[in-house]
C-alpha cells in the first residue's frame, strides 16, 4: 500500500500547478501581443475600420468587435489549437517551463481536443472583448453593465484558477471540457 500510495504522489506532482500554468500563459501571451504589433501592421492597408473612421464615421462595437475577433481571438486560437499537435505538445511559454499538454490517459490530444480546449481557454478574453466593444460608452463615463461585464471577465478568470486549485488533476475548465491534463515535462 505504501508504493501504491508514493506512486501517486509522485505522478500528481508531475501534474503542473497554477503558477506554472500562469506564467506559461503570460508568456504566450507576450510572444503573441509582438506578433499582434506586426500582424496589424501588415493587415493595416486592408482595415475596414479606417474606410469607416476616413468617412468621418465613427465604427460601431460590433463592428470593432468583429475586426478584434477576425485578426486577434482566431490567431490567438489557432497558436494554442495548432502548436498544442506538434511533437512537442506545448507552446513556447509551456516549453520554456517544461510543461505539456497530454488527455487524460497521457496520450497526444487530438485537433478536435486541442481547439475545443482552446476556445473554451478564451472565453474570458471574448468576454473582455464583448464588455469593451459593446457595454463600455465611447463618450461617458463607463456605465454599470460595463463594470458587470468586466466583474464578469474576472469571475471566469476566478473559476479557471480556482479549478485548478480544486480538482485532483490541477484541470482548469478548459482542461475538463476537452478531456486534457498540463503535466510538468520530464
Known amino acids: 500500500?505504501?508504493?501504491?500510495?508514493?506512486?501517486?504522489?509522485?505522478?500528481?506532482?508531475?501534474?503542473?500547478?497554477?503558477?506554472?500554468?500562469?506564467?506559461?500563459?503570460?508568456?504566450?501571451?507576450?510572444?503573441?501581443?509582438?506578433?499582434?504589433?506586426?500582424?496589424?501592421?501588415?493587415?493595416?492597408?486592408?482595415?475596414?475600420?479606417?474606410?469607416?473612421?476616413?468617412?468621418?464615421?465613427?465604427?460601431?462595437?460590433?463592428?470593432?468587435?468583429?475586426?478584434?475577433?477576425?485578426?486577434?481571438?482566431?490567431?490567438?486560437?489557432?497558436?494554442?489549437?495548432?502548436?498544442?499537435?506538434t511533437a512537442r505538445q506545448a507552446t513556447l511559454g509551456m516549453r520554456l517551463l517544461k510543461l505539456t499538454v497530454t488527455t487524460e490517459s497521457g496520450g497526444r490530444v487530438s485537433l478536435g481536443q486541442a481547439l475545443l480546449r482552446s476556445a473554451v481557454m478564451l472565453i474570458p478574453f471574448e468576454l473582455n472583448h464583448a464588455s469593451m466593444f459593446h457595454l463600455a460608452p465611447r463618450d461617458a463615463s463607463p456605465s454599470m453593465a460595463f463594470w458587470i461585464g468586466t466583474a464578469g471577465v474576472w469571475a471566469a478568470i476566478a473559476i479557471y484558477i480556482i479549478s485548478i486549485l480544486l480538482t485532483r488533476r490541477r484541470q482548469s475548465v478548459h482542461d475538463l471540457v476537452a478531456g486534457t491534463i498540463v503535466r510538468r515535462a520530464g
Open 1 to 85: 500500500m505504501g508504493a501504491a500510495l508514493a506512486s501517486e504522489n509522485s505522478r500528481e506532482k508531475r501534474y503542473a500547478g497554477v503558477f506554472a500554468r500562469i506564467g506559461a500563459y503570460l508568456i504566450d501571451c507576450m510572444i503573441l501581443y509582438v506578433s499582434l504589433i506586426l500582424w496589424q501592421a501588415a493587415l493595416y492597408v486592408i482595415n475596414p475600420l479606417l474606410r469607416i473612421i476616413r468617412s468621418g464615421q465613427q465604427p460601431t462595437g460590433t463592428q470593432f468587435h468583429l475586426w478584434v475577433f477576425a485578426t486577434v481571438t482566431i490567431p490567438f486560437l489557432l497558436y494554442f489549437a495548432l502548436i498544442l499537435r
